[in-house]
C-alpha cells in the first residue's frame, strides 16, 4: 500500500509520515491490500486540536476514518483504531451476508420542511451494486444514506438508515 500523506497548516516531518505509514502496516494483518492502493492521509493543526483524516480505497470497501486530539500522535492512534473497527465489522457482515440474506427495508413517508442554506456540493458517480453491498458500504463509510445504481433494476436508489432502527430505501423510476 502506498501511502500519500498531506498537511494543511502543519508541515508534515519525516517522523510524522513514519508514525503513520508503520501503523497503516498494520491494517495487512486484517485483510490483502493491493500494493496499488493508495492510502490518502490529510494532516490538519487548528488552535488547540490536530486533526487526522486516512481514506483508503480498498477492492472490498472504501475505508474512512478521521480523528482529532490535542496530540497528533494520539489522533493517529485514535484513526487507526476507528479503521480496524471498520475493518471488524466488514468481516462480520460479509461473514453474515454469505449466511443469510438482509430484509428489504419499506419506507414510511415523512415530511417536514427546514429552511436551511446550502453548506457543500459534493457530486458522486453511483456503483452498480446489489441492496446488501450498499448498506455494507453505508455502514463502513459511517454515513445516514448511499447513492446507488440497483443491479436488479438498473435505476439510481438510495438506502437510508432509520431513526428508528432499521433501513429503508428509495427506488427510483422514470416518469
Do not use: C, W
Amino acid at each position: 500500500m502506498k501511502v500519500n500523506i498531506y498537511g494543511k497548516n502543519i508541515t508534515v516531518t519525516p517522523a510524522i509520515a513514519e508514525k503513520v505509514e508503520k501503523k497503516l502496516s498494520f491494517l495487512d494483518k486484517y485483510f490483502i491490500i493491493d500494493e496499488e492502493v493508495i492510502a490518502n492521509v490529510m494532516v490538519r493543526v487548528y488552535r488547540q486540536s490536530q486533526k487526522i483524516e486516512v481514506t483508503i480505497p480498498t477492492k472490498v470497501a472504501l475505508l474512512r476514518a478521521e480523528a482529532s486530539h490535542e496530540d497528533l500522535y494520539a489522533a493517529i492512534d485514535i484513526v487507526i483504531d476507528k479503521l480496524e473497527d471498520q475493518i471488524r465489522r466488514q468481516k462480520t457482515r460479509l461473514s453474515r451476508k454469505n449466511k443469510e440474506k438482509l430484509a428489504h427495508a419499506f419506507i414510511e413517508s415523512e415530511e417536514h420542511y427546514v429552511e436551511e442554506q446550502l453548506v457543500k456540493t459534493k457530486t458522486i458517480t453511483p456503483e452498480v451494486m446489489d441492496l446488501d453491498d450498499a448498506i455494507l458500504q453505508m455502514e463502513m463509510l459511517d454515513h445516514d444514506f448511499f447513492v446507488y445504481v440497483d443491479e436488479e433494476t438498473n435505476e439510481i436508489a438510495v438506502v437510508y438508515r432509520r431513526m428508528h432502527g432499521g433501513y429503508g430505501l428509495i427506488e427510483t423510476q422514470k416518469s
